[in-house]
């Protein structure tokens, strides 16, 4: 328990490898992005479909080509993945690197392409995947098929296997991040051991060539137009990126509220906190006498006896009589006739069916 209490401790100011929580908090960052945009193009799509309704409809690609292009710019702008390149970390190529390379310097290609399509095409496969595996239960659940069809045996396997691969899957990430905490491996995430590289801290000099060339911008005169659109794209890359990490740093807790609050989780929470209260029924001041006058059947009025005609209903205690008879009644008594509430005219409320 020492060894683990040492490992889950802060780095020392010589060791470049990020702490467990810094990996685990920038793997969840964009995690709880994703939601929480889904919830927006949602209620766009509801207020405006005829306009936002495509996004609904094709949000999980628009948003994978919307990643894409944003982990392509931070991976070459800055060696590292939007996620974390917020929590300062740079990803370097595995190996014994005593020279390691700035921030600004890239990726090699492998490595580069590698990482851009573990950040990107993992995430979307697995969440196209779950979807399916959900539609296949709610088809096995509700529609019929003949007992011998071959796809129903196919589905149902595929169905009964999901689960065991998909804990296999995520009790791989576990192990790798026990490896990571007691120093065994260089990586927390086996995506990182796929695409050949590992994660360390910002130094000082990654810091400085990142503001240097921010502040380098090539004259517009002498580029090729070819080379002024390149640019532009990539001044307008950086101008989103730059956009979400300053308002990420603001809005994080609140896009994770949006994921909680959203998630089907919490939907029962969510339903019992926002539910109207079930009102009382009401108070009869002798028991004894309203149950005597209450007929068995529903339908009939308590005080003629008879099946109701034009049903009015008091609005003081909430039974329902023939209209004639609550009429004449309160006009007479004001009161109500089971519970004894006064009662006035203007408390009678005429009942309509779909039959009048």
Known sequence: MAELGAHLTAASPGDDRPSIFEAVAQDSLMAAVKPALQHLVKVLAESNPGRYGFLWHWFDEVYVVLDLLLQQHCLARCSASFSENFYGLKRIPLGDCR?????????????????????????????????????????????????????????????????????????????????????????????LRL???????????????????????????????????????????????????????????????????YSSENQETVKSLTALPTPPPPVHLDRGATSALLPKLKTVCPLCRKIRVNATALSTSGFVFCYRCAYGYVKTHQRCPVTGYATELQHLLKLYSPES
């Open 195 to 261: 695409a050949g590289v590992r994660l360390i801290r910002l130094t000082a000099e990654d810091i400085q060539a990142l503001e240097k060339r921010s502040a380098a911008a090539p004259s517009s005169q002498a580029l090729s137009i070819k080379a002024r659109v390149q640019a532009a794209a990539r001044k307008a890359l950086g101008g989103v990126a730059f956009s979400l990490s300053t308002g990420l740093s603001v809005s994080v807790f609140f896009l994770q509220f949006l994921d909680w609050w």
């Open 99 to 191: 020279q390691q390379p700035l921030a600004t310097a890239g990726l090699p290609k492998r490595q580069h392409w590698k990482s851009l399509l573990l950040l990107v095409l993992v995430p979307y496969l697995k969440g196209k995947l779950e979807k399916l595996v959900s539609s296949l239960r709610e088809e096995d659940e509700y529609s019929i098929h003949p007992p011998s069809s071959a796809w129903k045996r196919f589905y149902r396997a595929f169905l009964a296997a999901y689960p065991f691969a998909n804990m296999t899957w995520e009790g791989w990430f576990l192990i790798q991040q026990l490896c990571y905490i007691l120093g065994k491996a260089q990586h927390h995430s086996p995506l």
